[in-house]
């Protein structure tokens, strides 16, 4: 087995425990936000519809995301991103491959550090064939 092979591999593995899917009233969430997001996405291995989302903090480490249809909730390990340029409000930004979205990093709020997802063996494998773009969708409370 090729060594980049048993990467890719291994790195499904992980994110597969880090994407934990969620009943509705099963977590605590603070500092909630409302996110419209006009495309179907994935975070983790979990496809989610485009819609209205409800993105918020459950530790330092983790974002809880739950569509506000009453559907799908998810929770997602992150890691910590910027520490520069302070962001002027809340907003997620995707990565873009073709059709498919990937959830790439969430900013709550006016701050200069938010949270980065960390990137599946799917969007791996398609940033090494395709280009990258980005789509920025603000949020509101």
């Given at each position: 087995?090729?060594?980049?092979?048993?990467?890719?591999?291994?790195?499904?593995?992980?994110?597969a425990?880090?994407?934990?899917?969620?009943?509705?009233?099963?977590?605590?969430?603070?500092g909630?936000?409302?996110?419209?997001?006009?495309?179907q996405?994935?975070?983790?291995?979990?496809?989610?519809?485009?819609g209205?989302?409800?993105?918020?903090?459950l530790?330092?480490?983790?974002?809880?995301?739950?569509?506000?249809d009453?559907?799908?909730a998810?929770?997602?390990?992150?890691?910590?991103?910027?520490?520069g340029?302070a962001?002027?409000?809340?907003?997620?930004?995707?990565h873009?491959?073709?059709?498919?979205?990937?959830?790439?990093?969430?900013?709550?709020?006016?701050?200069?550090?938010?949270?980065?997802?960390?990137a599946?063996?799917e969007?791996?494998?398609?940033?090494r064939?395709?280009?990258q773009?980005?789509?920025?969708?603000?949020?509101?409370?």
């Amino acid at each position: 087995m090729k060594v980049s092979t048993l990467f890719i591999l291994s790195a499904s593995f992980l994110l597969a425990a880090l994407t934990i899917p969620l009943h509705a009233q099963s977590a605590n969430v603070s500092g909630t936000l409302r996110f419209s997001i006009p495309v179907q996405f994935t975070v983790g291995t979990e496809k989610l519809p485009a819609g209205d989302y409800i993105v918020g903090s459950l530790s330092d480490n983790s974002i809880r995301l739950q569509n506000r249809d009453g559907g799908k909730a998810l929770v997602a390990l992150t890691a910590q991103a910027g520490g520069g340029i302070a962001v002027q409000g809340p907003k997620l930004v995707f990565h873009r491959y073709g059709d498919r979205y990937f959830l790439s990093e969430a900013w709550l709020g006016k701050s200069d550090t938010g949270r980065q997802f960390f990137a599946s063996a799917e969007e791996i494998e398609l940033a090494r064939t395709q280009s990258q773009q980005r789509l920025t969708v603000a949020g509101n409370q």
